[in-house]
Structure formats: structure tokens, C-alpha cells
């Protein structure tokens, strides 16, 4: 599966953005989806993850609250929208994906997942 991010930019803290990452190439609904980020001269971290369906999603603690995963497996998309943006919050986004057979399992781990898409930048301005 291909994937493409959309959306990122730089706003002031509080505010708000929707990152969207677009999938092509092979049947969305049998894809785990992720988000994870990557801030300058630190690993890559887990953001947030939803099921094949839909139903399950786990967060970061770091975000849990502010942000939000969904996906629209009719448009083949996923979506993080973010929400009271904090400094610390600047990163490169990045999505992923991973077939999984289980489709109320979310994936946690960057190991987990198979494919990425080129990262989208989100700066947060105090």
C-alpha cells in the first residue's frame, strides 16, 4: 500500500490541525492504521493507532485528550485531528500501515507496521 500525509503546518499554541493520509494500491479495510511523529534528534514515537474497522483506537498519553484518529475506509483515508497544540507537539507526522487479520486490533509499535508514508511537518509557535 501506498500512503500520502496532507495537512501539516505551523500554528500557535491552542490551536488546531487535521492531518490526512490518503492510501492507494491495495484494499484500505484490510489495514491496521498509525500515526507516529519524530521531533529533531529524537526516535520516532507512537501517536496513535486505529483498528481495521474502525471501532478500537489507542493514544499516546502525551495526546490522549487532544487528539483524535478516525478513518473513512469509502474515501481511504485516516485521519489525526489535533486539537489545544502544545510546542512539544512539533514533529514530522508520519502515517503507517500494516495488514492485520484481527480487525478490532490496534497496532502500537513502529516495528508493527510495514508501511509509510513521506511525513507531513507540524510546528507549534508559542
Known amino acids: 500500500v501506498q500512503l500520502q500525509a496532507f495537512g501539516g503546518g505551523s500554528v500557535q499554541a491552542g490551536g488546531s490541525l487535521r492531518l490526512s493520509c490518503v492510501a492507494s494500491?491495495?484494499?484500505?479495510?484490510?489495514?491496521?492504521m498509525g500515526w507516529f511523529r519524530q521531533a529533531p534528534g529524537k526516535e520516532r514515537e507512537f501517536v496513535a493507532g486505529i483498528s481495521r474497522s474502525g471501532t478500537s483506537t489507542h493514544y499516546a498519553d502525551s495526546v490522549k485528550g487532544r487528539f483524535t484518529i478516525s478513518r473513512d475506509n469509502a474515501k481511504n483515508t485516516v485521519y489525526l485531528q489535533m486539537n489545544s497544540l502544545k510546542p512539544e507537539d512539533t514533529a514530522v507526522y508520519y502515517c503507517?500501515?500494516?495488514?492485520?487479520?484481527?480487525?478490532?486490533?490496534?497496532?502500537?509499535?513502529?516495528?508493527?507496521?510495514?508501511?509509510w508514508g513521506q511525513g507531513t511537518q507540524v510546528t507549534v509557535s508559542s
Open positions: 494500491g491495495r484494499t484500505f479495510t484490510s489495514y491496521a
Open positions: 503507517a500501515a500494516n495488514y492485520f487479520s484481527n480487525s478490532d486490533y490496534v497496532l502500537r509499535t513502529d516495528k508493527q507496521y510495514g508501511s
